[in-house]
């Protein structure tokens, strides 16, 4: 998986870091991530519907079980892909099948820019005065890389042609 430019050593070390200090409670982190993301685009939360329920808030959607079990897989993805900051590439048949069921139930690349929005946002409340302009410099490279695999999921999907 190319990323552009690869992740020096120092931003694997920066992201490996803070990443310690989020992945402890990732429920609640998450919480802060899918809050914010509602906050910036509220026009999401159709998305998220389960058992063919609409949510009527955001908070009625961010205290459902099933809505916190997506919250855990969306934790898990980012702890893989920290776990896997050497050697990425390992990840792009996974991200890329994401992708492919994320554009499944509609979500639009476009959207992706507001998630990463949202990443920077809860790592920037969690770490407080720890999330430097280097640590957002390397979290947002890493989630680049990760979403051009998922789109890559998009790409290998007939348009219609």
């Known amino acids: 998986m190319e990323s552009g430019m690869p992740l020096s050593g120092g931003q694997r070390a920066l992201i490996r870091e803070s ?11 998450g919480l802060v991530l899918f809050s914010r993301l509602f ?21 009625e959607c961010l205290s459902a ?8 897989k ?18 792009e048949e996974y991200l890329c ?3 492919k069921k994320h554009q499944a139930v509609g979500v639009k ?3 992706f820019s507001t998630v990463g929005e949202s990443l920077l946002y ?12 280097e640590v957002q410099e390397a979290w947002s490279k890493l989630y680049n890389a990760v979403v051009k695999a998922m789109q890559r999921g998009w790409e290998t999907l007939p ?3």
Do not use: T
């Not at 079980?65 to 855990?72: A, G, V």
């Not at 809860?122 to 302009?133: D, I, Q, V, W």
């Open 109 to 111: 690349v476009e959207s």
């Open 159 to 161: 348009e219609g042609d």
């Open 19 to 29: 990443w310690q200090r989020v992945s402890g409670s990732p429920v609640q982190h």
């Open 122 to 133: 809860m790592l920037e409340k969690c770490l407080g005065a720890a999330f430097s302009p």
């Open 97 to 99: 099948n994401l992708g």
């Open 65 to 72: 079980p099933e809505f916190l079990d997506h919250i855990r």
């Open 39 to 59: 906050d910036l685009d509220p026009d999401l939360l159709p998305l998220f519907q389960y058992n063919c329920k609409q949510f009527a808030s955001p908070q």
């Open 74 to 91: 969306v934790m898990l993805v980012i702890d893989a892909a920290v776990s896997h900051l050497e050697n990425l590439s390992c990840l």
